[in-house]
């Protein structure tokens, strides 16, 4: 069953603090890993993609990590800020009748306190 | 200057009765897409149009008919609405179809008493 599962579902750190999140699937045939960030009451907004044959990429604060042979990645945030609190979703894209299908983990839900 | 824009942003109304979302994107995208994210906040699939042509079709109930009038429109049409049809409601866009980055609008809750 093609399936994306997040951990931990929720989490809570300080402000400035590092923090790791966790994705694994069995979506197949695999084509993209993306993750999302989702402000309360707004839609989701694109952080990375990553491709099979990408196993890291940043944008500004954001490192995701893919490993394609265990369907593991990982999304690491660094020096947190306030405005991080949001629900981060992996996303993996599989292949299939011709066109990409996004199927969406539930989130890990971050807060991040002062 | 929004991107992708949905009307309303919230909806409530009762059994049985009709109601419409409407999306549209200014991005100059071809292809656009129709989200459902139930209570337990996952989003899957409903819909998808490339060029105001339907491409992805996800078991939706056919009381759910999408229209496109022109590709940068994306309307959801609902009949006789139903309790578990409350959820909120996201429109998308990409460039093209396949593994383009997707834009989401701001969601429309919608609610069914």
């Known amino acids: 069953k093609n399936q994306v599962e997040q951990s931990p579902q929720s989490l809570i750190i300080l402000e400035g603090k590092n923090c790791t999140l966790q994705?694994?699937?069995?979506?197949?045939?695999?084509?993209?890993l993306r993750w999302y960030k989702q402000d309360t009451g707004r839609g989701p907004v694109s952080l990375t993609i990553?491709?099979?044959?990408?196993n890291t990429k940043s944008n500004g604060r954001y490192t995701a990590t893919l490993d394609a042979d265990t369907k593991q990645s990982s999304l690491h945030i660094t020096a947190s800020q306030l405005s991080d609190s949001a629900s981060y979703i992996c996303?993996?894209?599989?292949?299939?009748?011709?066109?990409?299908?996004?199927?969406f983990g539930a989130g890990t839900r971050l807060a991040v306190h002062p | 200057d929004t991107a992708v824009s949905q009307t309303p942003k919230y909806l409530v109304t009762q059994m049985g009765n009709d109601k419409s979302i409407k999306c549209e994107q200014n991005?100059?995208?071809?292809?656009m897409y129709w989200y459902k994210q139930d209570s337990k906040k996952f989003l899957k699939i409903m819909f998808s149009?490339?060029?105001?042509?339907?491409?992805i079709n996800e078991t939706v109930p056919n009381r759910f008919s999408p229209k496109s009038p022109d590709k940068a429109h994306l309307n959801l049409h609902i009949n006789s609405l139903e309790l578990g049809d409350s959820a909120v409601y996201f429109c998308?866009?990409?460039?093209?179809?396949?593994?383009?980055?997707?834009?989401f609008g701001p969601g429309t809750r919608l609610t069914v008493t």
């Open positions: 998308a866009s990409s460039p093209h179809q396949g593994a383009y980055e997707q834009y």
């Open positions: 991005l100059g995208h071809d292809t």
């Open positions: 994705c694994n699937y069995t979506v197949s045939p695999f084509s993209n």
């Open positions: 996303v993996v894209s599989r292949l299939g009748g011709g066109y990409n299908k996004l199927i």
């Open positions: 990553m491709t099979f044959s990408e």
């Open positions: 149009y490339n060029n105001k042509e339907l491409i």
